[in-house]
C-alpha cells in the first residue's frame, strides 16, 4: 500500500507538535532544567574571552603589564576548560534526555497498536509500522539528543551576545546585525523545501521497508515462482525513489547552509570595515574592534548550529507528524468503561442475536441477520462455501470487529460489555492461519501466561503434540525459527492446537483447525476434542464435513446467511445446499483415491 506524504503545514502546526513532543519531557523536568543550566553556563561563558580580549588589547599591552595579561590568560584558560566541563555534562544529559524520551515514544506507540482494532492492521502494512516504531522514533531521539534542548541554549547564547554588542558599542552591532533580515529570509525561503524534502524520504522508505518485509516473508513463493529479477527490480526502482529523495534533500541543505555561511562572512567583513575606518579615525580602540570579531564569530555560531538544527527539527517534524497521526488513531474496538461481569458458575452460552456485519460502511453485508445459539457443552458447526461468512462469526464472537446490528452474549451477557482479557480468556481459539513466535517451544504454547509447564506438557499430550516435541533436539526446550518454520505444517498446528487447550477454555473455536494436516493427525486431533469438548461450548468452522458429523447443530452458511441448520442426518434428508456440499466432497475423495 503507498503512503502518501502528509501535506504541508503551516508554522502553527509546528509549534503544536513541538509543544506535543516537549510533554514527554515532564517526567525528566530536573534533568532537563540541569541541561538548560549548564547550556545556560557555557552561553554566559561565551561572553568571557571577547571581554578579556578588549581588556588585553586595551589596557594591558598599551601598559606593558605582563602581570595583568597573565592574569587575563589564566582567566582565558580556566572559561575555556569551564566551558568544557559544562559542554560534557550538557551533552552525557541531553542524550539521556533523548535516549528516555525514544524508549517511552516506543513504548507508548506499541501499547497503543496493541490496542487498536484489527481493521488498522488490514490497511497498514507491516513495514510502514515498522518504520514508526524504529525509523521515525530514533529521529525524535536525535531532535531530543542534539535538538530542543540545545535550541534554548543557541538561542540563549545569540540573546546575551546580541546583548553584550549593543551594550559595548551599538553602532557595530547594527552593522554585525545588517545582514539578519537576509538569514530570516533564508531560513523562510528554503524552510516548506526542507519540510517537504524530508517527508518525502520518511514515505520512501516505508514503502521501502514494507515491501522488503513482504517479499523477505514470502521468499518461497518468490523463489518457486521464478519472480528474483522481477522482485530485483521493484526493489531498485523502491530503492532508487529512496535515494532520489535523499539527495533533493541534500540538495536543499546544500544551498541553504552555505548561504548562511556565505552572510556571516558579508557580516564580518562589514565590520572590519566599519570598524577599521573608525579605528583609523581614532574612534574605536583595537581592543573593541578584536572583541566584536570574537563576539560575531560567537553570534553567527549558533546560528549556524540553528541552521543544521533547523533540517533535523524538519525532519523530526515529518517524523511526529505520522507518530502522532498513529497515536492518535481511534481504539474503534474500546475496553468497557465498567467491565460486566459474567453470571457464576461460567456456563459458556454463546448467542447471536440479528446480527449484520460488513467490512466498510458502503460494502457488501457480509453477514446477514445471523441468529443461533451455541448450548453450554454443545458442538456448534459452521459450513459452506469460501466467503460465505464462517470465519467473520468467529471474528466477531473474539470481538475483533464489532457487528453493525445485533448482538452477541456470552451467558446473557453482551460481550461489548467484557472486558478482552475476560472474553478472550473464554476462548481458546485454533486459528487456519498459524502463527507461531520465535522462542522455544514450551514458551510458544504458554505464551508467557500464568500457565504451569505442567499444564502445557499434558495440553500437548492430549493433542498429540508430544511425539514430535519430544524427537526435537531440545524438546520442550527447542528454539523455533521465524513463525515456526523448521516444523511442518501439521506440527505447528498440533502446537497451536496445545496452546489453546493449555487455559482450559469454556469455550472451543476451531477456525479449520484440520485443514492442513494429515489423516493421521487429523484422527490424533479428533480424539481429542472429542474428549475436551464434554462440558465445553465448541463451535467448529469446518472444511472437511467429515469432521463434523457427530456436531450438535451444523449451519449452513450461504451468502452471508444462515440457510439450512439441523444434525447431519437431517441436513442429509433436506437435499438442499449442505447435501450438495457433502457429495460434491464425498466426490472430490472418490476422485482422489
Not at 69 to 92: S, V, W
Amino acid at each position: 500500500m503507498a503512503e502518501q506524504s502528509p501535506d504541508p503545514t503551516v508554522a502553527s502546526y509546528d509549534l503544536a507538535l513541538l509543544g506535543r513532543l516537549l510533554r514527554y519531557l515532564r517526567p525528566y523536568r530536573w534533568q532537563t532544567l540541569s541541561a538548560l543550566a549548564l547550556l545556560l553556563g557555557g552561553a554566559a561563558l561565551a561572553l568571557v574571552g571577547p571581554a578579556l580580549t578588549q581588556r588585553a588589547l586595551d589596557v594591558a599591552i598599551p601598559r606593558h603589564d605582563t602581570g595583568l595579561l597573565a592574569t587575563l590568560a589564566g582567566l582565558y584558560l580556566a572559561a575555556l576548560l569551564l566551558e568544557f566541563g559544562l559542554e560534557y555534562g550538557q551533552t552525557l544529559l541531553t542524550t539521556y534526555l533523548g535516549q528516555r524520551v525514544m524508549y517511552d515514544l516506543r513504548l507508548g506507540l506499541f501499547g497503543h497498536l496493541q490496542r487498536l482494532a484489527i481493521p488498522f492492521f488490514d490497511r497498514n502494512p507491516v513495514g510502514r509500522l515498522m518504520t514508526r516504531v524504529t525509523s521515525d522514533v530514533e529521529t525524535l531521539n536525535e531532535m531530543f539528543a542534539s535538538g530542543v534542548v540545545t535550541v534554548f541554549g543557541d538561542v540563549f547564547t545569540l540573546i546575551a551576545i546580541m546583548l553584550m554588542m549593543l551594550l559595548v558599542d551599538w553602532r557595530l552591532a547594527l552593522v554585525a546585525f545588517s545582514v539578519m533580515p537576509f538569514v530570516w529570509l533564508t531560513a523562510r525561503v528554503f524552510r516548506r523545501r526542507v519540510r517537504e524534502a524530508f517527508s518525502d524520504i520518511r514515505v520512501r522508505l516505508a514503502r521501502l521497508t514494507s515491501y522488503l518485509q513482504e517479499h523477505l516473508s514470502g521468499m518461497p513463493v518468490v523463489q518457486l515462482f521464478g519472480r528474483e529479477a522481477a522482485s530485483a527490480a521493484r526493489f531498485a526502482e523502491l530503492n532508487d525513489e529512496h535515494l532520489e529523495a535523499h539527495l533533493r534533500s541534500i540538495t536543499v541543505y546544500a544551498i541553504f547552509f552555505p548561504v548562511v555561511e556565505l552572510l556571516t562572512a558579508v557580516s564580518l567583513a562589514l565590520l572590519l570595515w566599519y570598524g577599521g575606518v573608525r579605528s583609523i579615525g581614532g574612534t574605536l580602540t583595537v581592543g573593541v574592534l578584536a572583541a566584536f570579531i570574537q563576539l560575531t564569530r560567537r553570534f553567527f555560531q549558533p546560528l549556524q548550529d540553528l541552521a543544521e538544527k533547523f533540517n533535523l527539527l524538519q525532519s523530526a517534524m515529518a517524523s511526529s507528524e505520522r507518530i502522532f497521526r498513529t497515536l492518535d488513531e481511534p481504539i474503534t474496538i474500546p475496553e468497557p468503561a465498567k467491565p460486566a461481569a459474567l453470571p457464576a458458575p461460567i456456563r459458556g452460552e454463546v448467542r447471536f442475536e440479528h446480527v449484520w456485519f460488513r467490512y466498510a460502511a458502503d460494502g457488501p453485508w457480509v453477514l446477514r441477520d445471523v441468529s443461533f445459539t451455541a448450548a453450554p457443552g454443545a458442538t456448534v458447526a459452521l459450513v459452506g462455501h469460501t466467503g460465505a461468512g464462517k470465519t467473520t462469526v468467529i471474528s466477531l464472537l473474539l470481538r475483533f470487529y464489532e457487528p453493525e446490528r445485533g448482538r452477541i452474549t456470552v451467558d446473557g451477557v453482551d460481550i461489548r460489555t467484557l472486558s478482552f482479557a475476560t472474553l478472550r480468556g473464554l476462548i481458546g481459539f485454533v486459528q487456519q492461519d498459524l502463527f507461531l513466535f520465535t522462542g522455544d517451544v514450551l514458551r510458544n504454547v504458554v505464551l508467557d501466561a500464568p500457565v504451569p509447564e505442567t499444564t502445557a506438557r499434558d495440553a500437548a499430550r492430549r493433542v498429540g503434540a508430544d511425539r514430535f516435541i519430544e524427537r526435537l533436539p531440545a524438546g520442550y526446550a527447542h528454539v523455533l525459527g521465524e513463525r515456526g518454520r523448521s516444523l511442518s505444517v501439521g506440527e505447528r498446528q498440533l502446537l497451536s492446537f496445545a496452546r489453546a487447550l493449555a487455559r482450559d477454555p469454556r469455550i472451543l473455536v476451531l477456525d479449520e483447525a484440520t485443514s492442513s494436516v494429515d489423516a493421521e493427525a487429523e484422527a490424533q486431533i479428533q480424539r481429542a476434542i472429542a474428549e475436551l469438548m464434554a462440558g465445553r461450548t465448541s463451535i467448529v468452522v469446518a472444511h472437511r464435513l467429515s469432521t463434523i458429523l457427530h456436531a450438535d447443530d451444523i449451519l449452513v452458511f450461504h451468502h452471508g446467511a444462515i440457510r439450512e441448520r439441523g444434525t447431519h442426518r437431517e441436513l442429509l434428508a433436506r437435499r438442499g445446499l449442505y447435501e450438495r456440499l457433502y457429495r460434491l466432497q464425498l466426490g472430490r475423495a472418490a476422485g482422489a483415491a
